[in-house]
Structure formats: structure tokens, C-alpha cells
């Protein structure tokens, strides 16, 4: 009697789980037979596409490759490498690595029936390691480059893949490790490009134009397209693209970026991609398709240039130079130190934002990242910092291991900035994390001091 009891326990999930991946079957197929995506992009990670025929839990966000012969779907901050059964209609896993953990923000893309992966932030630290997936012995190996870029989209760069080009364009800044004691980062925003046909960084050092933004904080990414990457520009007060072809920005009509802004607010629940210019919608509630078109005459060229190289006069091979070379940094460096202690401290300007902008923000959470953020914001109203044990269990996984309460508290804040990015035009985080007081091996949560009185309970 018990064996047919746990029997039917069993079959009843089985079918509770495929009902579940029958209901998203028609956005499944559609994937599989449409040609020419690109920028796949899922709106709520707590609601996945795909499941796991084994009952593994989602606590990652999944990222959906389209290939050749059918979906690869990768995990974020790890390894793992799943692929879509058509038969079965459940994801099974076809890699036999096991790291985890090391690769959030990391761009994951497909070039040439190969997978790759660029860079990655994990265990407090960026790391710059290009590689590719390995079919024959079903693990990730590394490609050797002459150079490290070391970024993480997110945190410290922002990223855009021309397949047209074969070329994967990162602006970025240097990143100092959070295991160095170091001041606030001061280095320029820089252009890397890594080429797939060299499989190799390109040597030239490119600078961003400081007309366009000295600080990768002044960015946010709206949408990316065939003609390459639209930002928005805080202290420009518009949006912009950067087609990297031509090395040239345009500017966006404002009320094409507003139209853009609502018609993804209209889709919530939705997964989005593009192909060409144009953004298409597939909205899961309404079980529909829908497509945003930029058309080139939202578009007005500047003739101003996205970047321009690093004239490289030193030889490198001269000791005497390189010796001269070291010595001039000292000196700047000592200067620098001097004026910074001399400096006076300045007080913090909070960036104006519009209340329907919040409004917008508040209703794109759900409900458990809308208590994560009203509990910080309650405890930052009293000048208290939110732990990580209190977090855990606002999200109901104080009782899973430690690896798991970090990928999912981790991944929790993560969608939460995201969010906060989109609806706000800014490039600052909403929710901030410091070392704790009383143990510095341990992390404490508090809210971005910018927005602490732009928030208040009520919106809640």
C-alpha cells in the first residue's frame, strides 16, 4: 500500500511538471524554428521557460542560446550546460564540469556552432577568462589571449557581440580585486574588442570619448540591437547608440526611447529577443508575439566617435624607459595621495528621480523582491544595516546550504538592481552590500544613500 502511494506521488509531480513545460511548449517551438535571434533576454527568472526532468530546483537565471540543431540553456554563475529535449520536453544536462559559482555577469554567447564564455565575477573577485565549450570531452577549456580584460556585465562593464563582425565589443573599467584594500576607481572608461576570428584581443588601447560618458555609472543599457548598443546617458539626459561598425554615435529620439520604456512595461511577464532591428515580444501571459521596430529615422547621426586609440610611443623593449616609466608613476602616485588626504570631503548630491520612474520600478518587482527591499529600506530608515541571515529568511532558504542561500540571495539582488537600472536611467545600485562591523568575513545589505529618501513605505 505504501509503495503505491509513493508511486502515485511520483506521477502525479511528473505530470504537474509537464503540464507546467507544456504550457510555455508554443514560445519553446518558436524559438527552435525562428531564424536570425539574438539578445534573448527573460523577463522574470522566477518564472523559468525550461524545466529539469531530474526536479532540480531553478535558482539561477536561465540564459537561452539558440543553436544549430535545437536550445542550449546555461545557468548563471556556473558551468553547467543543458540542452532541450523535444522528445521528453525537459532540459538534460550534457556537460560533466563542476565549477559553480565564479561567473555571474559573465557574456555567454555562440559563435560558429561553438560556445563561449567571456569573464565572470565571483568569490569576490573579476576574473578575465575566455572560454569555450568542448563537445568532445564535454567540459569548458581555455583560450590563451595575449592580454586579460577583466569585467563582469553589471558591475564593471557593459558588453555587445556583432555576429555580423565576429567581434565582441566590452566597455569597461578596470576592476580592483575586493581582496585589495583600494580607493574609489578612477581609471577611464575603455573599449576592448575580442576578435573570434583571431580568437584574440585586439592590442590597441582604445579610450572611450569622454563626450559620450567618463564613467561606465553614467550608462545603462536599454536594448540591443543588429546596429549595435542603446544606452542611456545620465548626464546627457538622452539615449543613445553606438554602432561599433562605424565607430559612431547617433542619438535616439526621446519620444522613441519613452514608447520603447512602456511597451515593455505593457509585457511583464514576457521573454524578448531581436532579429535585425527589430524587438520582438513574446508575451507568456497573453500567449502572444509583439515587435518594436527601429526604424532608421529615429536615429540622427553626430559624427562624434564612440572611441580613439592610445598613440603607443614608448618601446617597451628599452629597460632605461621602462625604468623612467616606473619612476613617473611613483611620483603621480605619491601626488595623487597627498591631495586626496588634503582634500575635503565632499557632500553626496541625490540624483533626481521621477516618481513615476519609482512607481514603474516598485511594480516590475514581485512580491518577495518587493519585502527584501521594504525590509532594507526599514532598516536603513533606523541606520541599520540588513543581514545576510535576514535576507534568508525573507526568501524562505535559511535552511538550505550556504552555496545555495548565496547563488539565491546573490541572484536576488542582482534582478532587483537590474530593475532598479532600467526604471531609473541610472547606472548606480539600488541595494549596496559592505563588510560587516562585527566580522569582516561577512556581508551586510543596505540601500544606495542617493535613494534612502526617495523611498518610503508607503509605496509599498
Not at 503540464?19 to 539574438?38: A, P, T, V
Not at 539561477?60 to 522528445?87: A, W
Not at 552590500?433 to 566580522?439: C, I, W
Amino acid at each position: 500500500m505504501v509503495i503505491r502511494y509513493i508511486i502515485a506521488i511520483i506521477f502525479f509531480l511528473l505530470a504537474s511538471i509537464a503540464s507546467s513545460q507544456s504550457e510555455n511548449s508554443k514560445l519553446i517551438e518558436h524559438l527552435i524554428n525562428e531564424k536570425g535571434i539574438q539578445h534573448i533576454q527573460l523577463s522574470n527568472n522566477e518564472n523559468p521557460i525550461f524545466r529539469f526532468l531530474d526536479g532540480e530546483d531553478v535558482i539561477e537565471s536561465q540564459e537561452i542560446i539558440p543553436v544549430k540543431d535545437g536550445i542550449t540553456v546555461l545557468l548563471s554563475g556556473n558551468s553547467k550546460v543543458y540542452q532541450y529535449n523535444r522528445t521528453t520536453n525537459f532540459l538534460e544536462r550534457i556537460d560533466q564540469t563542476r565549477y559553480h559559482g565564479h561567473n555571474f555577469g559573465a557574456t555567454n554567447l555562440q559563435y560558429n556552432d561553438t560556445l563561449f564564455s567571456f569573464g565572470g565575477y565571483g568569490f569576490w573577485q573579476m576574473n578575465g577568462g575566455v572560454r569555450y565549450y568542448n563537445k568532445n570531452t564535454s567540459e569548458w577549456d581555455i583560450i590563451k589571449t595575449s592580454k586579460i580584460v577583466t569585467f563582469a556585465n553589471g558591475i564593471n562593464a557593459i558588453s555587445f557581440f556583432s555576429e555580423v563582425q565576429a567581434k565582441l565589443y566590452v566597455l569597461y573599467h578596470h576592476y580592483n580585486s575586493e581582496y585589495l584594500r583600494s580607493k574609489a576607481n578612477t581609471s577611464p572608461l575603455e573599449l576592448a574588442i575580442f576578435n573570434f576570428k583571431t580568437k584574440n584581443w585586439e592590442e590597441n588601447v582604445l579610450l572611450i570619448n569622454k563626450e559620450i560618458a567618463s564613467d561606465i555609472s553614467d550608462l545603462s543599457s536599454i536594448q540591443k540591437i543588429k546596429d549595435g548598443l542603446i544606452l542611456n546617458s545620465k548626464k546627457k539626459s538622452l539615449s543613445i547608440l553606438l554602432n561599433f561598425s562605424k565607430n559612431l554615435v547617433y542619438t535616439l529620439k526621446p519620444s522613441t526611447t519613452t514608447e520603447l520604456i512602456q511597451f515593455k512595461n505593457k509585457h511583464q511577464n514576457n521573454l524578448n529577443y531581436t532579429i535585425g532591428n527589430t524587438l520582438y515580444i513574446f508575451d507568456r501571459t497573453l500567449d502572444s508575439l509583439f515587435t518594436f521596430k527601429f526604424e532608421p529615422t529615429v536615429f540622427e547621426k553626430t559624427n562624434i566617435p564612440i572611441y580613439s586609440s592610445v598613440p603607443q610611443k614608448i618601446n617597451l623593449n628599452n629597460k632605461y624607459l621602462i625604468g623612467l616609466l616606473i619612476l613617473l608613476i611613483i611620483t603621480v602616485n605619491i601626488i595623487v595621495v597627498i591631495k586626496l588626504k588634503n582634500k575635503t570631503r565632499k557632500n553626496i548630491q541625490s540624483i533626481e528621480i521621477d516618481k513615476r520612474d519609482i512607481k514603474y520600478f516598485i511594480n516590475s518587482l514581485d512580491e518577495i523582491e518587493k519585502i527584501v527591499v521594504k525590509h532594507i529600506l526599514e532598516n536603513a530608515k533606523e541606520s541599520q544595516n540588513t543581514t545576510t541571515n535576514q535576507l534568508n529568511k525573507l526568501m524562505g532558504t535559511d535552511k538550505k546550504e550556504f552555496k545555495v542561500q548565496n547563488n539565491i540571495r546573490s541572484e536576488m539582488i542582482l534582478n532587483i538592481n537590474k530593475k532598479f537600472k532600467l526604471f531609473s536611467t541610472t547606472n548606480d545600485e539600488l541595494i549596496e552590500r559592505e563588510r560587516a562591523e562585527v566580522d569582516k568575513r561577512f556581508m551586510e545589505y543596505n540601500l544606495n544613500k542617493l535613494y534612502i529618501k526617495k523611498l518610503n513605505l508607503k509605496m509599498f
